[in-house]
């Protein structure tokens, strides 16, 4: 069952054309990989896709609706969870309050809540009163991850994870990400990491310059050596 089709989207901020008609989509359970170096538009695709920047043109169809030019809020109460780069917890908040704050039920069996969250990551519980301002970058994220959790989200999108954490911290977090898709939860991940997405996703993406480039499994990127010189080398 597909859960998100996004068909041929344009997106701008203000006259400058971002996305030049960007067309995925992820199936119910699968882990999907958005490639590409920085600026190619793969956070500008994830906000389409929620709403934060509303394409102009093209389909954003979530479980057969179409979403796109809806409310941001509407979108994440239907089930889209996002985790934006730049974190953005709530840093005179507690761990416990931030996480608090996005609790949302939707009557889904097992749903998320301060126990599972704690226990998908550890050290949240142990600094459950640290306000979310005094946390290192990685506890952040996994703080934003938790929280989006919380809202109980069909998919999540996740963007740019594991930027500018260190390398042990990058793999405990992929290990986390990795148990979210071994329990069901759809994932659309965008990064520059590219073993990061390779070791994670099902299908991958490789964007440029606003465009797709690449459709294929993360086995097709890996015995291509020039795809990735072409499209994911500095």
Not at 151 to 171: Q, R, T, Y
């Amino acid at each position: 069952m597909t859960l998100l089709d996004v068909s041929g989207i344009h997106t701008s901020y203000g006259i400058s054309e971002v996305l030049f008609g960007i067309s995925i989509r992820v199936e119910d359970g699968e882990c999907v990989g958005l490639l590409g170096r920085n600026g190619v538009g793969k956070s500008t695709t994830m906000r389409s896709i929620n709403g934060l920047t509303p394409p102009s043109k093209g389909s954003v169809k979530w479980k057969d609706k179409e979403v796109a030019g809806k409310r941001t809020y509407d979108i994440a109460k239907s089930g889209v969870g996002f985790v934006p780069e730049d974190r953005r917890v709530f840093p005179e908040l507690t761990v416990w309050e931030n996480l608090d704050i996005a609790r949302r039920s939707r009557g889904k069996a097992n749903e998320w809540d301060e126990a599972k969250v704690y226990a998908l990551f550890p050290e949240l519980e142990t600094f459950k009163d640290r306000k979310g301002g005094y946390l290192s970058g990685g506890q952040q994220q996994m703080l934003t991850i938790a929280r989006s959790l919380m809202g109980n989200p069909d998919i999540l999108l996740l963007d740019e994870p594991s930027e500018g954490l260190a390398p042990l911290v990058v793999d405990k977090l992929q290990e986390q990400i990795a148990t979210l898709k071994d329990q069901g939860l759809s994932i659309l991940l965008a990064e520059q990491n590219l073993n990061f997405v390779l070791d994670l996703s099902d299908r991958v993406y490789i964007l440029e310059k606003g465009e797709v480039k690449f459709e294929g499994t993360p086995e097709d990127v890996r015995s291509q050596p020039e795809l990735v010189k072409r499209y994911l080398t500095v």
